[in-house]
């Protein structure tokens, strides 16, 4: 027991040492490889929001002012973009993508017993073993069944 009690300290030191050595290797190459780059972009940034702070009051007591103005501003933009930008942007999530396979969905009455399930799609299955021996596929050879 003791034995077992010494290495597991062993290693639990060890992961430890490791991790410090990791997380000081992480922060030099941080300060000497990310920052200086990193510290350009967030500068520019930084100024960019700046200037954003500065004109925000005055747009914001102009909307204020000029209440239609404002709004229609904000719903033309919008109408174009409703009316041209979206019918002709793609409507799927992910674009349906053809290769040769199909799903046969049969939904039969929960209980149904394996024998009824087996006598149900036995028709199906050997029509759709048939058409697909009788058919060629694209590269001119039969496709492979195995049902």
Same mark, same amino acid.
């Given at each position: ?5 010494? +290495?597991?300290?062993? $290693?639990?030191?060890?992961?430890? &040492? !490791? ?6 290797? =992480?922060?030099? *190459? ?44 904000? +719903?033309?933009?919008? $109408?174009?973009?409703?009316?041209? &930008? !979206? ?6 999530? =992910?674009?349906? *993508? ?50």
């Amino acid at each position: 027991m003791f034995f077992a009690l010494n +290495v597991f300290s062993k $290693l639990i030191t060890l992961f430890l &040492v !490791l991790a410090a050595i990791s997380l000081k290797v =992480i922060s030099l *190459v941080y300060k000497h490889v990310l920052a200086p780059g990193l510290g350009f972009l967030i500068k520019l940034f930084d100024r960019g929001m700046q200037r954003v702070y500065g004109i925000y009051p005055q747009i914001l007591d102009w909307a204020l002012l000029n209440k239609s103005k404002a709004i229609f501003g904000a +719903v033309i933009p919008f $109408l174009l973009v409703v009316l041209v &930008v !979206l019918p002709n942007l793609g409507r799927e999530l =992910i674009p349906e *993508v053809h290769q040769g396979e199909f799903n046969v969905e049969i939904t039969l009455p929960v209980g149904t017993p394996v024998e009824k399930t087996v006598e149900t799609i036995a028709p199906i299955e050997r029509f759709i073993v048939k058409e697909l021996k009788n058919r060629k596929s694209n590269r001119s050879r039969r496709l492979p069944v195995s049902i």
